[in-house]
């Protein structure tokens, strides 16, 4: 019989997804868990997103879009990104000015691969989303840790200690997941203007942009009114030195439909399209299409719900244990308290037996010593979870 283990690349076997498995098999066997380990929204998708997808679906558009994507939908991120942050992403000489991928994770995945060789290094946050090291070493690079405990920040100060001749790319993601930490504007310049200075990439991993809380749009955008998300990308010149990265899923409620893209360094683009095309060809044509009409939908009525979770969790978490208060996204990093001895996957398997399911730390992070909520989940959960929380710590 043929030794198929035995044929396996090391790239694949190397990476070990034990810490979140044992926690979803322990979470196989609850009937009805309180569950709040989910990392995407519960609403459903806006009606005129779901009309444009369908109706590009019942008006035959289903084959190959153009490896950039469709021309509506990048016209939509075109304008978009013009009001935000000033950016033209208009085609060129040297390049692509956008281009849509198959989720957020196709653009980081494209740019890992397009910029990263064996030798390289790639500064992330610690705690850092759980794909982030397995990109870096996906492409033969080495993952350099920044740790952002207890605030979360991931600030120029921290990581230019960390700048070595081979570093080539720092990763920053704010609004973050685990911790929903947000930068603020000047964070995001400094750390931005420490990259450019070095001649490293800053690759800006914003897929929850308009999970937001009013507290945290503290910069204007470009149109100089309205009040935007902190990003490095708001600076002159930023368009050649920032790899931006945004998604749909989690905005629109559409993890599924597996939509993102990249904007930035034109030359960079052009070598990502390339490898799409032989590699993931295009995102899916009809969704593309349904994604050109999300300015139609008016998400703010749901970030204002996901902001009234996010203070009930802090109001009643932060009376047990330390968390830093999460600006945006929809995840809340708390600290086991120490006075209960255990590690977060502890913590995270003796809730377990109480019928609640989270993540530990340790999925996230070198250490071992957090649990992260999701409040994506309705609020009635959120406050049985919390109870649960409650009398575990109190
Ligand atoms: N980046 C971050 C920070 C995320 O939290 C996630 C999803 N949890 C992704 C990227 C991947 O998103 P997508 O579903 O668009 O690939």
């Not at 849509?100 to 064996?118: D, N, Q």
């Not at 690759?203 to 149109?223: C, N, V």
């Not at 902190?230 to 597996?258: E, H, M, N």
């Amino acid at each position: 019989m043929m030794d198929i283990t035995g044929m396996l690349a090391s790239r694949a076997t190397g990476i070990s997804v034990s810490g979140i498995r044992r926690i979803f098999d322990l979470g196989a066997t609850l009937k009805d868990p309180i569950n709040l380990s989910i990392g995407q929204p519960d609403f459903d998708v806006p009606e005129p997103i779901k009309a444009a997808a369908i109706d590009a679906i019942k008006n035959r558009r289903n084959g190959y879009s153009l490896t950039q994507g469709v021309k509506e939908l990048r016209a939509a991120i075109k304008d978009r990104l013009r009001e935000d942050l000033g950016w033209d992403t208009s085609d060129n000489e040297t390049g692509l000015g956008a281009l849509v991928t198959t989720g957020t994770s196709g653009g980081l995945h494209l740019a890992m691969m397009a910029l990263l060789e064996p030798g390289d290094e790639a500064i992330l946050a610690d705690p850092y989303f759980v794909a982030y090291p397995n990109l870096v070493s996906l492409a033969g690079a080495t993952p350099v840790y920044c740790d952002t405990y207890p605030d979360g920040k991931m600030t120029a100060a921290r990581v230019e200690p960390l700048m070595t001749a081979r570093t080539k790319c720092v990763l920053l993601n704010t609004p973050a997941n685990p911790t929903g930490v947000v930068l603020s504007q000047v964070e995001c310049d400094e750390l931005a203007e420490l990259c450019a200075r070095r001649g490293v990439l800053l690759i800006s991993d914003e897929i929850y942009d308009e999970f937001l809380f009013p507290e945290s749009r503290t910069s204007l955008a470009a149109d100089g009114k309205t009040m935007a998300l902190p990003s490095p990308c708001r600076g002159a010149g930023t368009q050649d030195s920032v790899l931006l990265i945004r998604g749909f899923g989690k905005t629109f409620g559409l993890t599924g439909w597996r939509l993102g893209y990249a904007a930035g360094p034109r030359p960079l683009l052009r070598e990502m399209a390339k490898l799409q095309q032989f590699t993931f060809v295009c995102a899916p044509t009809p969704l593309q299409y349904g994604c050109a009409a999300v300015a139609q939908a008016d998400m703010q009525p749901i970030i204002a719900d996901y902001a009234n979770r996010r203070d009930m969790v802090v109001d009643r978490l932060s009376k047990l244990t330390d968390l830093p208060t999460p600006g945006g996204a929809f995840y809340a990093f708390a600290r086991v308290p120490e006075k209960l001895g255990m590690t977060g996957t502890q913590f995270c398997e003796a809730c377990i037996e109480r019928n609640l399911l989270m993540i530990p730390g340790g999925a996230f992070s070198k250490r071992d010593t957090h649990f992260r909520l999701s409040f994506a989940s309705p609020p009635d959960q959120i406050a049985r979870g919390l109870d649960v929380i409650e009398e575990m710590i109190g």
